[in-house]
């Protein structure tokens, strides 16, 4: 059985395979009052070299849903390198990867200092400075972020930069509320075209500070490839106290043959009565023809 990725505060995080098929994993989010850092594992162990004409791509989920984000940061320590440039690149995930008008890049040129010589060491070599890149809450990278995952890939040009680490920070309002529903199936799933069953867990948890308990609304729905809703089951009560969860695991929905070919979304609502402030999670699955 998988573990949900925002479960519980250091929960785990993955970094899928590069243009240059380098699988990437990450490491624990860190929690501090409303500032979450997520150091990232390049699945080597430190220090690592990122070298010109490599994309290296991330998926990431740090764990926390936001109801706002101050600012979000890529932080690195680089060792050292002669690269001329890093960044990053990204898409608006509102408006789908697929609009190249919403295709971003983030690029800055790198600086380099040097040391007087000395009698030990005549000859210093350059040493690269600190790469940072920091974004507004206003941006789309920021955006991106609010649901707590999120998609870019990281680059040098001009030679390589050997790294010490590399983290992700985001300075935000996380929600109260913190949904999450994940398939238990391989990645490659899809029911096939008689129909089947799709298996998946899900958690619910409840971060309100100012509330020893708290009574929740949830309920579901299946998206249909037309867009059509499918009720799944109808609302009901869920009741956490501050930092409880309450976990769905082994949970599965059944897909009759009747229902079209195509690609389904399966969306968990949650509420707060009290306050209005809604979330919600969701995840995919495909419906052969075969």
């Not at 008008?101 to 600190?130: H, W």
């Not at 001009?158 to 238990?184: H, M, N, R």
């Not at 867990?201 to 609304?217: C, G, K, M, P, Y």
């Amino acid at each position: 059985m998988k573990k949900l990725l925002n479960k519980y505060p250091g929960c785990g995080v993955v970094l899928k395979n590069a243009i240059a098929s380098i699988t990437l994993s990450c490491a624990s989010a860190l929690v501090q009052a409303e500032t979450i850092s997520t150091k990232i594992d390049l699945g080597e162990p430190y220090p690592f070299i990122m070298e010109s004409g490599i994309e290296y791509r991330v998926e990431l989920d740090v764990g926390y849903k936001f109801d706002s984000i101050e600012k979000i940061c890529i932080n690195t320590e680089p060792k050292n390198g002669d690269a001329t440039a890093a960044g990053y690149r990204f898409t608006d995930e509102l408006v789908g990867p697929d609009d190249i008008i919403n295709k971003f890049m983030v690029m800055r040129l790198l600086s380099y200092s040097v040391d007087l010589p000395t009698p030990e060491n005549p000859d210093p070599a350059p040493q690269i400075g600190d790469i940072d890149f920091c974004e507004n809450g206003n941006s789309v990278f920021a955006n991106n972020f609010l649901d707590g995952e999120g998609e870019f890939k990281l680059f040098v040009s001009g030679g390589f930069v050997e790294f010490w680490d590399i983290e992700l920070v985001i300075e935000g309002a996380v929600s109260d509320i913190q949904l999450a529903i994940e398939i238990d199936e391989s990645a490659e799933f899809s029911v096939p075209s008689y129909g089947g069953r799709v298996n998946y867990d899900a958690s619910i948890r409840n971060l309100d500070s100012t509330q020893s308990l708290v009574t929740f609304e949830q309920w579901s729905v299946l998206k249909f490839p037309n867009g059509d809703s499918y009720p799944i089951h109808k609302s009901r009560d869920v009741v956490l106290n501050y930092s409880e969860a309450k976990d769905y695991t082994r949970n599965y929905l059944n897909i009759p043959a009747w229902f079209e070919v195509g690609d389904y979304e399966l969306i968990w609502y949650v509420t707060d009565p009290s306050t209005g402030n809604r979330v919600k999670d969701s995840l995919h699955f495909t419906k052969s023809a075969d």
